[in-house]
T-cell receptor, first 113, second 114 residues
Framework: DAKTTQPTSMDCAEGRAANLPCNHS???????VYWYRQIHSQGPQYIIH???NNETNEMASLIITEDRKSSTLILPHATLRDTAVYYC??????????????FGTGTLLAVQP | DAGVIQSPRHEVTEMGQEVTLRCKPI?????LFWYRQTMMRGLELLIY????????DSGMPEDRFSAKMPNASFSTLKIQPSEPRDSAVYFC????????????FGPGTRLLVL
């Protein structure tokens, strides 16, 4: 699996957009980018994933560069409840036995009031 | 839907004792995962099952750890004998299919081995 690089921590003001970067320069053509987050004392929570097109759902937007070597997770209006560790994971998806996630150290996003 | 259910939520035991952690996946999900999380090593995949069959147990630290999934609605992770270094938060997750990686995590079991 391609490795990912994320900043250790970031701050964001409440109500502002939070932009979390992720570098995955060794990503292959069939590898998806997944984002999860983990709020303190809870299990990780799926946010969004994409292959090469930008994606948006009710939680966030995912912007993937044209060369796919980096991506940005955008929380459009961060709230205090968005304070969490955010994990960027690159994973090959071809069904069957080998699908699994490898979590790195992630980015601790601290939303400030 | 109740989500993934884990029990107990907290467990304190003494070194050498057997520990059994339990997980009920989301109904209809056919993949189940056991993870361990510590400050030093982060979130590690221990084992996962597809359709109740263990697929990859390469993350299981040693023979003291064993996992079973007797049916689609129940799984156990057993540590026998337990050691202080097993102290961690153990998460169970389930996934509806085998293609995408949308895993749904339980609240975790906090294990402390004295």
């Amino acid at each position: 699996d391609a490795k990912t690089t994320q900043p250790t921590s970031m701050d964001c003001a409440e109500g502002r957009a939070a932009n979390l970067p992720c570098n995955h320069s060794t990503i292959s053509g069939n590898e998806y980018v997944y984002w999860y987050r983990q709020i303190h004392s809870q299990g990780p929570q799926y946010i969004i994933h994409g292959l090469k097109n930008n994606e948006t759902n009710e939680m966030a937007s995912l912007i993937i560069t044209e060369d796919r070597k980096s991506s940005t997770l955008i929380l459009p209006h961060a709230t205090l409840r968005d304070t969490a560790v955010y994990y960027c994971i690159v994973r090959v998806t071809y069904g069957g036995a080998t699908n699994k996630l490898i979590f790195g150290t992630g980015t601790l996003l601290a939303v400030q009031p | 839907d109740a989500g993934v259910i884990q029990s107990p939520r907290h467990e304190v035991t003494e070194m050498g004792q057997e520990v059994t952690l339990r997980c009920k996946p989301i109904s209809g999900h056919n993949s189940l995962f056991w993870y361990r999380q510590t400050m030093m090593r982060g979130l590690e995949l221990l084992i996962y099952f597809n359709n109740n069959v263990p697929i990859d147990d390469s993350g299981m630290p040693e023979d003291r750890f064993s996992a079973k999934m007797p049916n689609a609605s129940f799984s156990t992770l057993k540590i026998q004998p337990s050691e202080p270094r097993d102290s961690a938060v153990y998460f169970c997750a389930s996934r509806p299919g085998t293609v995408q990686e949308t895993q749904y995590f339980g609240p975790g079991t906090r294990l402390l081995v004295l």
